[in-house]
C-alpha cells in the first residue's frame, strides 16, 4: 500500500512525502506519542515501511514522518539515536513536530538535535483539531461557539506563536504552520 501511494504521489508530481507516524522503538522503551497508524522500528511493519521510504526518497524533494510529541521531553540523546536511524536507515530528511508538545524549550531542543542529525522539521504551532498551542480542542462539545476564544482576539495563541516562532527562527526549520488539521 506505502509502495503504491508513493509511486501515485511520484506520477502527480509531488515534492514530498510525510507519513503517518514515527513512534520509536517498543522493545527498548524508547517510543513516543503513538496510535494505531504508528510504526516502530523493530517491528516487520516498521522495517518494511523504512525500506520503501529508503527505496523512494530520492524520488521526492523530502521524505519525513509525524513525531508529534518529540519535544516533550525527550532528552536530546534520545532524539538523536532517534533522528539518525530515521536518515540513516529510511532515507527521511524532513520530521513534523507539534510545538503544543514541550513548548518553547522543547522546540529549541529538538532544533539543535535536528540540525545535528541533518533533518529538517515542519512545526505546527497549534493544533485546532487536537487542542494545545492555546488553540481550543476543535472536536469537544461545543466547539462550534467559541466565541470567548474569538472575542478576545486568541491573545494567548497570539502570544504562544510569538514565542514559537522566535525559538523557531533557526536553520533546520523546514516551515512552520500556525494552526494545523483545522
Not at 474569538?150 to 536553520?171: G, I, M
Request: net charge negative; hydrophobic share 35%; charged share 20%.
Amino acid at each position: 500500500a506505502l509502495s503504491s501511494q508513493m509511486d501515485r504521489m511520484i506520477a502527480a508530481g509531488a515534492k514530498g512525502f510525510l507519513v503517518w507516524q514515527y513512534s520509536g522503538n517498543l522493545s527498548n522503551g524508547e517510543y513516543f506519542g503513538n496510535d494505531q497508524y504508528s510504526f516502530f522500528q523493530e517491528t516487520s511493519t516498521g522495517k518494511a515501511m523504512c525500506n520503501i521510504l529508503k527505496q523512494r526518497s530520492s524520488s521526492f524533494e523530502f521524505v519525513g514522518v509525524n513525531m508529534w510529541d518529540i519535544g516533550a521531553g525527550y532528552s536530546q540523546d534520545v532524539v538523536r539515536r532517534h533522528f539518525s536511524w530515521l536518515r540513516e536507515e529510511c532515507g527521511v530528511s524532513v520530521v513534523r513536530v507539534f510545538a503544543k508538545a514541550g513548548g518553547v524549550q522543547g522546540m529549541r531542543n529538538v532544533l539543535n538535535t535536528a540540525q545535528e542529525t541533518n533533518i529538517q522539521l515542519i512545526i505546527a504551532i497549534g493544533d485546532y483539531s487536537n487542542g494545545g498551542g492555546h488553540i481550543p480542542f476543535g472536536v469537544e462539545p461545543g466547539w462550534e461557539d467559541r466565541h470567548d476564544w474569538y472575542n478576545n482576539n486568541y491573545s494567548d495563541f497570539r502570544d504562544f506563536v510569538q514565542q514559537v516562532a522566535l525559538a523557531v527562527s533557526h536553520p533546520v526549520s523546514y516551515t512552520h504552520l500556525r494552526a494545523h488539521e483545522t
